[in-house]
């Protein structure tokens, strides 16, 4: 791969570096602007992240703070470098030495296992020429079942953006790009289109995530790698391509689609790609930067959102937190719970099974198990167990259709059918929930109960960014249930350790139509102050 910096000629004495001071928020130094405006920040030598050169102060102090994705693992020994990307000279640089946890993930382990943060701030592998080939080997694959479906597809967003400039995918790009171009339609039209799209590739062995009704991604190769679909639409003569791409771009410009070159092979792209590339990326787009992101109008993200949807919230959080067995403790309590109240049901669904603990303890105990969720690491986890009375499948609850899917399926089963929500309906949001109440509605009806619990009591360590640290009281949960016909009885309340602290935790037997006078008579703690 070129190489984005050229080291300095030789001959030429590059500027001192200056002392870096780090702390566990932010890396601070004092010393003369760089040639550009954006910096790598390596650690022990390896690159984890690229960034915009902070402003200074009247004394030439520059303060960058720890990316958000980075915060938790500021920890352990190592060495720090700011290197100027476009020539390669070290401006600051520095050490640090904080605690660590044992068994904690610190700066250091990120480096070493090849982690950065990437555009849009999340941990992810670092680009690699291996990782380029699965994506050129996934390009041909989709492109082609797309075809054999009859959707016409161009390369798009930073693979366009490689071809063009280089002929290559961007050294530091960790995915590839497609457009599916549907014309002039109404946005209903187009979230139509995406499902017959999903229906379309996984008949033809394809695994993917919806993000939206308007961009798929599909998983191929190599760990982490994958191809986004996104789907690009007229409406009323504007040209619109969700996630960020919104303007003028007459029809013309799109097709017929043309040809150009990346890795030495030929891919479709759209009549015009430089003027896409402007509309998209703005009038710099031929200057790498490898810093940057995307600003999208607020009007812009409100009209694709509320007409497609927002299915991924928080899905990285989950991911991560699924590949750490002790991120989620899995409570025993819980299963009892669901043994005594559901004694003699024969399935069970497992609704936000994490790595499967309480999956296998209810196989053991005799049950048939679906267990499923959110994050794919957590789905993968269990299919390894092989328990065979265990069943694995990936759920997004964000998704109202996938969701009823499921109640379908399920009500189309013999007998009633208890549901496990361990430690999950806190950590949604109000909206989706409501699709987990209609699925309850659905499936209870023939005597299932559900066992719910909750952290009532806020986190001492609240962070919006960390659904973990959010709470539900029981008074919420009830308004919220009610108009689905589902009662609520508290089985009781206790302390236990989570990966946001010790929380009080409510435990609940859900039921179709249990009147209010089933709780139990355990004092409700929620007023407490605590």
């Known amino acids: 791969?070129?190489?984005?910096?050229?080291?300095?000629?030789e001959g030429s004495s590059p500027p001192a570096a200056a002392t870096l001071q780090v702390t566990r928020t932010a890396l601070t130094w004092t010393g003369p602007a760089p040639s550009s405006d954006v910096l790598d920040i390596e650690i022990d030598g390896t690159r984890v992240w690229s960034t915009r050169l902070p402003a200074a102060t009247r004394r030439g102090r520059r303060r960058l703070e720890w990316p958000r994705a980075l915060r938790p693992h500021v920890g352990g020994r190592g060495a720090v470098t700011l290197r100027d990307q476009s020539d390669g000279t070290v401006v600051a640089e520095g050490v640090y030495a904080f605690g660590a946890a044992p068994g904690e993930t610190a700066l250091a382990d990120i480096a070493s296992a090849g982690l950065v943060v990437d555009k849009w701030g999340k941990l992810v592998p670092a680009a690699s020429a291996s990782l380029h080939r699965a994506l050129i080997d996934g390009l041909d694959a989709v492109l082609a079942d797309l075809a054999d479906a009859g959707f016409a597809a161009s390369i798009t967003g930073g693979t366009l953006l490689g071809a063009v400039r280089s002929g290559e995918i961007l050294e530091r790009?960790?995915?590839?790009?497609?457009?599916?171009?549907?014309?002039?339609?109404?946005?209903?039209?187009?979230?139509?289109?995406?499902y017959e799209i999903e229906r379309a590739l996984v008949a033809r062995g394809h695994r993917l995530i919806r993000h939206s009704d308007a961009h798929l991604q599909i998983l191929v190769g190599a760990a982490g790698a994958h191809v986004d679909v996104f789907l690009g639409f007229h409406h009323l003569d504007v040209y619109h391509q969700p996630i960020a791409v919104r303007g003028r771009f007459e029809r013309d410009r799109i097709l017929p689609f043309g040809t150009v070159e990346l890795h030495g092979r030929e891919y479709p792209a759209v009549a015009d790609p430089e003027g896409w590339l402007e509309l998209c990326y703005g009038p710099g787009w031929r200057t790498p930067d490898p810093s940057f992101r995307f600003h999208t109008p607020s009007s812009t993200r409100r009209r694709f959102e509320n007409w497609f949807g927002v299915y991924d919230l928080n899905r990285h959080f989950w991911e991560e937190a699924a590949k750490r067995p002790a991120a989620r403790p899995a409570w025993r309590a819980d299963v009892d719970a669901l043994l005594a109240e559901g004694a003699t049901t024969e399935r069970v669904i497992d609704l936000g099974c994490g790595r499967g603990e309480s999956a296998v303890r209810l196989a053991e105990a005799g049950r048939r198990v679906l267990a499923v969720d959110y994050a794919l690491a957590a789905v993968d986890a269990v299919e390894r167990r092989?328990?065979?009375?265990?069943?694995?499948?990936?759920?997004?609850?964000?998704?109202?259709?996938?969701?009823?899917?499921?109640?379908?399926?399920?009500?189309s089963q013999?007998?009633?059918?208890?549901?496990?929500?361990?430690?999950?309906?806190?950590?949604?949001?109000?909206?989706?929930?409501?699709?987990?109440?209609?699925?309850?509605?659905?499936?209870?009806?023939?005597?299932?109960?559900?066992i719910a619990s909750v952290p009532v009591n806020p986190s001492i360590r609240y962070d919006h960014h960390r659904p973990d640290t959010w709470h539900l009281p029981i008074s919420w949960m009830r308004s919220e249930a009610e108009p689905y016909g589902l009662g609520i009885g508290v089985l009781g309340h206790e302390y236990r350790q989570t990966s946001s602290g010790r929380r009080l935790i409510a435990t609940v037997a859900i039921r179709r139509r249990v009147p209010a006078a089933a709780d139990r008579a355990v004092p409700d703690p929620e007023e407490w102050n605590r």
């Open 414 to 450: 013999d007998g009633p059918v208890d549901i496990l929500l361990s430690d999950v309906l806190a950590y949604l949001t109000r909206g989706v929930r409501t699709n987990v109440f209609t699925l309850l509605r659905t499936v209870l009806g023939r005597g299932g109960v559900a």
């Open 386 to 411: 092989a328990h065979p009375r265990v069943r694995a499948c990936r759920l997004n609850l964000a998704d109202r259709r996938a969701v009823l899917g499921l109640a379908i399926d399920e009500c």
């Open 1 to 9: 791969m070129t190489p984005l910096h050229q080291v300095a000629s």
């Open 173 to 194: 790009d960790d995915d590839a790009d497609l457009m599916v171009y549907l014309g002039e339609c109404h946005p209903a039209d187009v979230s139509a289109a995406s």
